[in-house]
Structures are given as structure tokens and as C-alpha cells.
């Protein structure tokens, strides 16, 4: 079982439109949790961080589930320059340093 | 350019052969962190420096790969008898550890094919 699972997609969606992503990660020890965007052929940059509180940035939202080890992001209206690949990451936070990545989800927003 | 950087960006060889990337980080990261991404994956920790320090490396880093960080600023990252297999994108990040969640950030990659 991967450690982070995201559906691949393609999420194709007109613009204008709300949309959600999930993912799920199997150690319940993990403690940070962030969505990175990755456009084709580029590097993958940070979004946002996800709290347990949740979290809002303008257009977009996440949200943490602790107790289902549950990470989801929204994204409403929904622009053409959207269009990406958004990585799911956790990070243990036990000294361990490195970043844990889910395959991603594909984006396509269409006019 | 105040992000990080890697050289080159494009890397093609034939197997066997050996090559080296290196990536600088941004000024005064002291964290500096090589991935690797193939199509269709996320990326895959390979290790992690703090200064010069090598602390941390994944099983995936076989035998053939070695990573250096000298004097703490910029990093090379050396594949040895290089296998098809070996043909990715090579991922630099760095961070600043105390700057809230430690965000890396990632550089450009290098774009590896082996023949």
C-alpha cells in the first residue's frame, strides 16, 4: 500500500466550477500535511499547508481528518490557469526530514 | 534569480557512463534535500543535508549514487554506471529550518535519459 494515495484523474472541469481533491496517507504518526502544485515539466511548488483546523487561501480550501488520516483540498471557481497536477505531501515530523508525496491528481480546466 | 538552482537542466547518456548534477540552494538554507520524479509519480526522497552533514538517505539510494555537500552551500549528486532505470528528474529543494513549517523549495531539476 502506497504511503499517500490521491486519485490520478484527470479531473476535467469547465471554468468557473468547484472541485475536490483527496488523498489519504497511512501513518498515523504524520504530523504536517500540504498541498504542492506541479505544472507539466516544471517543479513542484508549495500551495498551501494544511491545518487541523482547516484552512482557506483565497479560492482554495483544505481540510485535515485526523481520525481518517483524511486530507482534501477545494478549489472554487475554477480558472484555466488552475490546470495542473496537485501533489498531496506529509511529512512525519519524528527527526526524519524528507517529504512523502502521493502520485497526484491531474486538473484540467477546460473554457 | 534568488531560487534554487540546477545544472544542467538536460542530461542525456548512455548507460554505463557516469554523471553529476549539482544544485545550489537558495542563500542561507541550511537544509538542502535531493528527489527523484519519473512520469506518472510523485517524488521520492533520496537524502537530506544539513550544512555538510549527510543525514538522512532512502534506500534508494543504491550503491551507484553518492551525494556531496562539501561546505555546506551547493550540492552534487554523482550516478555511477548509470541504468536505463536511472532515467528521471533529479529534484533539489532547500528549507530554512525556524522559518514556521520549514517549507522546501524546489528547483528547476534535471532531466535525466539514459540510452
Known amino acids: 500500500r502506497k504511503e499517500v494515495e490521491q486519485d490520478p484523474g484527470p479531473f476535467n472541469v469547465p471554468e468557473g466550477a468547484t472541485v475536490a481533491f483527496n488523498c489519504t496517507y497511512s501513518?498515523?504518526?504524520?504530523?504536517?500535511f500540504f498541498w504542492y502544485r506541479q505544472d507539466c515539466r516544471k517543479e513542484p511548488k508549495l500551495l498551501m499547508s494544511?491545518?487541523?483546523s482547516g484552512n482557506e487561501d483565497g479560492r482554495f480550501t483544505a481540510q485535515l481528518n485526523r481520525a481518517s488520516q483524511y486530507i482534501s483540498l477545494l478549489i472554487r471557481d475554477s480558472k484555466l490557469s488552475d490546470s495542473a497536477t496537485y501533489l498531496c505531501?506529509?511529512?512525519?515530523?519524528?527527526?526524519?526530514?524528507?517529504?512523502?508525496f502521493g502520485s497526484g491528481t491531474r486538473l484540467q480546466v477546460q473554457p | 534569480d534568488t531560487g534554487v538552482s540546477q545544472d544542467p537542466r538536460h542530461k542525456i547518456t548512455k548507460r554505463g557512463q557516469n554523471v553529476t548534477f549539482r544544485c545550489d540552494p537558495i542563500s542561507e538554507h541550511n537544509r538542502l534535500y535531493w528527489y527523484r520524479q519519473t512520469l506518472g509519480q510523485g517524488p521520492e526522497f533520496l537524502t537530506y543535508f544539513q550544512n555538510e552533514a549527510q543525514l538522512e538517505k532512502s534506500r534508494l539510494l543504491s550503491d551507484r549514487f553518492s551525494a556531496e555537500r562539501p561546505k555546506g552551500s551547493f550540492s552534487t549528486l554523482e550516478i555511477q554506471r548509470t541504468e536505463q532505470g536511472d532515467s528521471a528528474m533529479y529534484l533539489c529543494?532547500?528549507?530554512?529550518?525556524?522559518?514556521?513549517?520549514?517549507?522546501?523549495?524546489f528547483g528547476p531539476g534535471t532531466r535525466l535519459t539514459v540510452l
Open positions: 494544511v491545518y487541523s
Open positions: 501513518n498515523s504518526a504524520s504530523q504536517s
Open positions: 529543494a532547500s528549507s530554512l529550518p525556524g522559518s514556521g513549517t520549514d517549507t522546501q523549495y
Open positions: 505531501v506529509v511529512h512525519l515530523d519524528t527527526g526524519r526530514r524528507a517529504l512523502t
